[in-house]
Structure formats: structure tokens, C-alpha cells
């Protein structure tokens, strides 16, 4: 008895190996891939008044500053120069590039002037991105982000 008992067992382990499932497989299958950013392009309007030194009709734009990552040393930037952490350059949505703005720490007063010459930050609620330099001049890297204010030179 114990002997058909052991068989019956054995034999019954071997079939339901061999059955198959009706139940399909509800797993999602999605393949990685890499966000894509569309940027639109950006239209401009030449002016013929140019600012070499701010004046009591500039405008003065308050928002957050950022910096690049050291990732982005040694490439393209949108205008197509080559991008250097020790150059006082920036990245701006709509500023035409070659523009030289003056960034002023709002918490110490400090100021650098740079040139546009890249499109960004795309990162909601931050209006420029200074290169390394720049934003050591006007504060500590540390932090981040800084508030600032925006004047347009030329």
C-alpha cells in the first residue's frame, strides 16, 4: 500500500509538470528608452536700441539661477561654441544668444556679468544656468540654486 501510495505521488508530481496554464500572462513588457525633449524654435526681434551699461529703465527680472553639471564640459552648446566651466557664459530660453546680462545674488549683492550662449535651464521655476565660474563668483556651489535678479547689458 505505502508502495502505490509513493507511485501514485511520483506519477501524479511528473503530469503536473507537464500541464500548462490558461491563465495569459498580464505583465507589462515595456522597453527602456530615453525621454526625447522637443524644443520649439525660438523666433526673434532684432531691436535697434543697445544698452552697454544698466540704466534706470532696465528691466530687472527676479528668479533662480542654477549651474551646469560638470558633465557638459567640452560640448556643443546650442549657438555651437564649445562649452567651458571657466568662462562666464549662461543658458537662457528666449535671450538672443550674445546677449550680456548682469546676475545679482539677491542674499550678498554679488554680480557677475555673463553671455548667453546656450538654450535653458529646462527645469521648471529656474530662469538662467551659469556656468560653474559665473555662479562661484556670486555664491557657493554648494547651494545649488541661487535667487537672483537679471539685468539685460546688451
Known sequence: MIRNWGLSSVLLIIVSGCATSDIPDKT????????????????????????????????????????????????????????????????????????????????????????INDRGPFIRGRMIDLSSSAFKAIGNPRTGVLNVTMEILK
Open 28 to 115: 507589462a513588457k515595456v522597453e527602456p528608452q530615453r525621454p526625447v525633449l522637443i524644443v520649439k524654435p525660438v523666433e526673434y526681434k532684432k531691436e535697434v536700441t543697445q544698452i552697454s551699461a544698466p540704466t534706470s529703465s532696465s528691466k530687472v527680472i527676479y528668479g533662480k539661477a542654477s549651474f551646469y553639471a560638470n558633465m557638459f564640459q567640452g560640448r556643443k552648446t546650442a549657438n555651437g561654441q564649445i562649452f567651458d566651466q571657466g568662462k562666464l557664459t549662461a543658458a537662457h530660453r528666449t535671450l538672443p544668444f550674445g546677449t550680456r546680462v548682469k546676475v545679482t545674488n539677491t542674499s550678498n549683492h554679488k554680480s557677475v556679468i555673463v553671455t
